[in-house]
């Protein structure tokens, strides 16, 4: 995240990681990462990347221009990074606009995730190309732990605009909202 935070690009951890943050802890085999980054900002990361991190340079080149997905792999770790380029969007906009910055260890080391109404509304997009099941759990642990705080018309009128309205609402009522 270093080399992203030295060529100025706004991100944020997203994921099953942002959901057992926000939900139930669960574990997951690779780190999920969305951001804005044009161009430009991606060769400053890519020439900041640490050597030992397996990448396409082309593929990440790429995601930053029209949005998508690049693959990190760590060689010393195993550690797998999904770097998403958002789509340039009102809704992916307002996702990190809205990242949290969140503790993560003893040390008050900290880094940013998507609040806990993105997860939910990006878990039930994904959930639609997908099918998975996984994606559902996800999202309802979130609304189960926060169901106390979230913004529910936030959700509600961005869930309206991804077209998952109606996922949004059978969620909720399964979580006996």
């Known amino acids: 995240m270093s080399a992203l935070e030295k060529a100025g690009v706004n991100y944020a951890v997203t994921g099953s990681i ?10 997951s ?3 999920d990462i969305c951001c804005n980054a044009n161009e430009a900002q991606m060769r400053e990361v890519i020439d900041a990347l640490p050597q030992h991190y397996y990448r396409s340079d082309d593929a990440l080149i790429a995601a930053s221009r029209g949005g998508g997905m690049a693959n990190l792999i760590s060689m010393e770790n195993a550690l797998k990074v999904d770097l998403t380029v958002l789509k340039n969007t009102p809704y992916y906009h307002q996702v990190l606009l809205r990242k949290k910055s969140t503790i993560v260890d003893d040390d008050q080391n900290t880094i940013w995730t998507v609040s806990p109404e993105d997860i939910i509304l990006m878990k039930l997009e ?3 190309s997908t099918q998975s ?8 642990s979130v609304v189960r732990t926060q169901r106390k705080s979230l913004d529910f018309e936030y959700m509600r ?8 309205a109606d996922d949004l609402e059978r969620l909720l009522t399964e979580a006996g909202i």
Not at 133 to 140: S, T
Not at 157 to 164: F, G, N
């Open 18 to 27: 942002a959901s057992s943050i926000h939900g139930e802890p669960l574990s």
């Open 29 to 31: 085999l690779d780190v």
């Open 157 to 164: 009128r961005w869930a309206t605009e991804l077209k998952i």
């Open 126 to 128: 994904w959930r639609v």
């Open 133 to 140: 099941q996984k994606q559902w759990d996800n999202a309802l």
